[in-house]
């Protein structure tokens, strides 16, 4: 709940009108007022300002660190990794906003500014060479850079360590920036995918028997496949058998592939908490297939800032792309 405590020199105080409500926050960022409460109790992501009355308020600048948050931890990263980059990018922002005095002016007609400009914190080495060529729409060495990457440290690493923190810069200048960056953000995300989907290939297993194999699929409505795009690029240099369903799929959809294949285990990914259903998990959870007696059905994985922390009992949340693969790995090796 939000304190009543008098302000604190290290919390200004605002207007009644000014900033966000942890309540209103939550609903715009489509997640529940308990994980956002959650964040700023062991990561120290909260609201840094209050009303004269003491309550507490999330600041433009408060916002902009939570966003990130959200996108890191969509994007599979363990959350105290997440709140540590969040935090980095935060003081970068602080920074940026000291300096925007001596700042050069923004580029002629409102184009994204040259490389450099993306603010990334403590990172990879390769992540700053991939934001130059990002920034710059340098699509040949943006392809370049991503295969050396996932060829040098694997596809999780690969995802996590570098793909993940330059995506998550580029959208947070999206974010800060209107209109600015689109183009990049965009370019960057399509080649990540392309990349992403070469590094499977050639992979027998994927066209191997689907008896027992990890489905993917997001839930109804969702878009968001980037994530999921990693796992199945991950499992398939595994060698495990996998089959991918993509995004917005249809109960009845998922329903009648998971009864067709047999899955040892499905993943279901949620970006948006409206749409993160704990009675589907459920209900996939449910599925039984075979003959009598030996009927079996498959473990159900959720993955997404959707999920609510209290996940359905049985249902499984890994924290970031290493430990799904894990996971997934145990459970076709059982199944």
């Known amino acids: 709940m939000d304190s009543a405590a008098q302000p604190s020199a290290a919390q200004p105080s605002v207007p009644p009108d000014a900033g966000l409500a942890t309540g209103v926050l939550a609903h715009r960022l489509g997640v529940s007022p308990m994980t956002l409460r959650s964040w700023d109790r062991r990561y120290g992501i909260g609201p840094t300002a209050r009303t004269e009355g003491g309550h507490r308020r999330w600041t433009a600048m408060d916002v902009a660190t939570v966003e990130d948050m959200c996108r890191l931890t969509a994007a599979g990263i363990p959350p105290a990794d997440a709140a540590r980059c969040a935090r980095s990018s935060a003081a970068d922002r602080v920074s940026t906003a000291e300096s925007a005095t001596a700042s050069p002016p923004p580029s002629p007609g409102g184009r994204s500014r040259a490389a450099g400009a993306l603010p990334l914190g ?3 080495q390769e992540c700053r060479g991939l934001a130059r060529s990002a920034v710059r729409l340098d699509a040949p060495a943006l392809e370049k850079r991503l295969t050396a990457v996932v060829e040098r ?10 793909m993940v923190p330059t995506l998550h810069a580029v959208g947070r200048r999206w974010a800060s920036s209107g209109n600015q960056y689109v183009e990049v953000e965009h370019l960057l995300s399509w080649h990540v995918s392309t990349v992403l989907r070469r590094s499977t290939l050639p ?3 994927v066209g191997s028997s689907a008896a027992g194999c990890v489905l993917l699929a997001c839930v109804p409505g969702e878009q968001h496949t980037l994530a999921l795009e990693a796992l199945y690029a ?3 240099q595994e060698g495990l058998p996998v089959r991918m369903l993509g995004g917005a799929v249809p109960v009845e959809a998922l329903d009648a592939a998971v009864r067709r294949l047999g899955p040892a285990a499905v993943v279901l990914w949620a970006q948006e908490s409206a749409r993160a259903a704990p009675a589907l998990a459920q209900h996939v959870a449910g599925l039984r297939w075979g003959m009598k007696g030996m009927r079996r059905g498959p473990a159900v994985l959720v993955g997404g800032p959707g999920w609510n922390p209290s996940v359905p009992v049985g249902v499984l ?9 894990g996971a997934l790995r145990a459970l076709c090796a059982t199944g």
């Open 317 to 325: 949340r890994p924290a970031g792309l290493a430990q799904a693969v």
């Open 153 to 162: 440290h694997g596809v999780v690493v690969a995802w996590q360590d570098v």
């Open 122 to 124: 403590d990172v990879r």
């Open 234 to 236: 991950a499992l398939a």
């Open 203 to 205: 992979a027998p297993s």
